[in-house]
């Protein structure tokens, strides 16, 4: 067999990316087709509704259901501010009026003169979706959206945590496997993408925190110092909505793990270039990775996204180890034995041949690798 298929990573100086950039709700796009945007640029917004608050106009009037109508000094739709009268009792004789007043700014969504019940609702949420990355708008679709396409150089990560965020690449590290110290990072790294080598530590991520850098990338990662971090245990949901003031991508896995060669080296070749990254990921159905993008200099006619395809084996592939004992180690394919092997836990598996980066020959069950895609 020439080949095989396998889960893959891609890192490569260059790539055309299409990133789809659309509602929750429907609402208004703000660019149109063949517009050149910037990462910062709104390109949609829509308001989603806010929150319904139940209130008992009745009884806080102190009268039935149905005598509602006779007190009330609003209607379905009206617009509210906090502190306005929106009922009133006729007291004795226009004396010892009763006044009930909203309890929060909003709008009525309902009033019900069976139960007494008025549901009010809390001011529309905003929601603006930016670019996120430097590229041409290719497609609008009404009311939802728009599709962007640029060239870019493009890693994809194996974790990550926080948003979306862009700023200048400032490579900190020297060299892959080292782990930087808190004082390397100063008023200099405020809004910047930092890159780390082997590891960040927690007293560096709490650092970056206070000087307002925007995000970091890093090698490897402590799960206990992200549990220290966040105040809870990531388990397998999606990340990316962490509240942290940080974005952190990690490109290897967790622990110290030296950054492949080949993304440091790729790094440190845009040092100072405009990025853009996100730590969304998802390992279960509908995979999603982190990403670090860093646009560069194209012409309309080079936008030809590649059709997308499975990661393939073959002699001379970049692949990485995703197990014990040679985890994170990052090798080429030499061999790709057809015949089933019989490994430590006596199952008979489909097994590859590879030379490691540091000259190790080995022997590894294809399901212990991923493709580094080029």
Do not use: W
């Not at 010892?96 to 139960?115: A, C, L, Q, Y």
């Not at 993008?293 to 012409?299: N, T």
């Not at 540091?358 to 991923?370: S, W, Y």
Request: hydrophobic letters at 40%; aromatic letters at 4%.
């Amino acid at each position: 067999m020439a080949q095989a298929y396998s889960a893959g990573l891609t890192v490569t100086d260059s790539i055309v990316l299409k990133k789809d950039r659309i509602l929750p709700l429907k609402g208004t796009v703000k660019v149109k087709k063949g517009d050149k945007v910037k990462a910062e640029d709104l390109v949609a917004e829509t308001l989603l509704p806010g929150k319904v608050v139940p209130f008992n106009l009745a009884n806080k009037l102190g009268v039935p259901p149905n005598f509602v109508k006779e007190y009330i000094k609003i209607k379905a739709g009206d617009e509210l501010k906090k502190g306005q009268v929106i009922a009133e009792s006729k007291g004795f004789f226009g004396l010892f009026k009763t006044s009930i007043k909203s309890p929060i700014d909003g709008e009525v969504e309902n009033i019900s003169n069976i139960t007494g019940q008025l549901l009010l609702r809390e001011p529309r949420i905003p929601v603006q979706i930016k670019a996120f990355i430097d590229g041409l708008v290719v497609e609008v679709i009404e009311n939802e959206g728009v599709i962007i396409e640029n060239k870019s150089a493009y890693v994809q990560g194996i974790f990550g945590i926080g948003g979306e965020t862009t700023g200048k690449l400032k490579v900190l590290a020297e060299s892959p496997d080292e782990i930087i110290e808190a004082k390397k990072i100063d008023d200099s790294c405020k809004d910047k993408i930092i890159v780390s080598g082997s590891m960040v530590t927690y007293d560096v991520i709490k650092k970056a925190q206070n000087v307002g850098v925007g995000g970091i990338i890093t090698g490897g990662i402590d799960d206990r110092d992200l549990k220290k971090l966040l105040g809870y245990n990531i388990g397998v949901a999606i990340t990316g909505h962490e509240d942290i003031g940080i974005t952190i991508v990690v490109t290897e896995g967790f622990g110290k793990i030296k950054m492949a060669n080949k993304t440091f080296e790729l790094l440190k070749k845009f040092d100072g270039h405009k990025t853009s990254i996100h730590g969304k990921t998802q390992i279960r159905a509908g995979v999603m990775r982190p990403e670090i993008i860093i646009p560069i200099k194209f012409k309309e006619e080079e936008l030809k996204v590649p059709k997308e395809h499975m990661p393939t084996l073959e002699i001379g592939t970049t692949i990485r180890v995703i197990r014990q004992p040679n985890f994170g180690v990052i090798g080429k394919v030499t061999g790709l034995p057809e015949k089933l092997t019989k490994v430590e836990s006596e199952t008979l598996v489909r097994i590859l041949e590879a030379k490691l980066e540091n000259g190790q020959k080995v022997t590894i069950p294809r399901a212990n690798v991923e493709v580094i895609e080029e």
